[in-house]
T-cell receptor, first 109, second 113 residues
């Protein structure tokens, strides 16, 4: 089975940095995804990590440590439009995607 | 159309009724998925399909069935709806199963009374 944990809520100020942690325990691991979901909308892809290390994509970066079962999503230079839920998801050996409950980030002016 | 579409956008349904949620993609993706999203529980996989003609069970398949007659369409059927199936349903597709980004449809909000 899969067990994926991430904080329920985070609040940060516009222009700041926020780090969303995700820990996982899975029966097999084939990669970790981060998705963004605005209220009432579909999730959209942010990043995919399969090897240890940091993947940077503009203002967003994602880190993975397979030995620790740990990932984080780093959001820099926060903007109001970054207010959304961020979903951590792990793909297991049977190629099924399991999602955490999501972290709701609120950006305040 | 471009991407992945779902119909209806929302539906209120009496318990015991049969309902089919439609999903169509035009990206020629091999794999398709159905999830339900409930507050505090995140997205949970109901059924999936590796390729046309094949389907598999996800985490919460009971009460749901799917078919994959062709590459583009992946309907989800509730044979006899119950109130616990009230949820937001998302269809998704990807090129394949392994490490591929999933593209999500806009969702169907279903209420079973």
């Amino acid at each position: 089975g899969q067990n994926i944990d991430q904080p329920t809520e985070m609040t940060a100020t516009e222009g700041a940095i926020v780090q969303i942690n995700c820990t996982y325990q899975t029966s097999g691991f084939n990669g970790l995804f981060w998705y963004q979901q605005h209220a009432g909308e579909a999730p959209t892809f942010l990043s995919y990590n399969v090897l240890d290390g940091l993947e940077e994509k503009g203002r967003f970066s994602s880190f993975l440590s397979r030995s620790k079962g740990y990932s984080y999503l780093l959001l820099k230079e926060l903007q109001m439009k970054d207010s959304a839920s961020y979903l951590c998801a792990v793909i297991s050996n049977d190629y099924k995607l399991s999602f955490g409950a999501g972290t709701t980030v609120t950006v305040r002016a | 159309i471009a991407g992945i579409t779902q119909a209806p956008t929302s539906q209120i349904l009496a318990a015991g009724r049969r309902m089919t949620l439609r999903c169509t993609q035009d990206m020629r993706h091999n794999a398709m998925y159905w999830y339900r999203q409930d507050l505090g529980l995140g997205l949970r996989l109901i059924h999936y399909s590796n390729t046309a003609g094949t389907t598999g069970k996800g985490e919460v398949p009971d009460g749901y069935s799917v078919s994959r007659a062709n590459t583009d369409d992946f309907p989800l059927t509730l044979a006899s709806a119950v109130p616990s199936q009230t949820s937001v349903y998302f269809c998704a597709s990807s090129e394949g199963l392994e490490g591929n980004e999933q593209f999500f449809g806009p969702g169907t909000r279903l209420t079973v009374l």
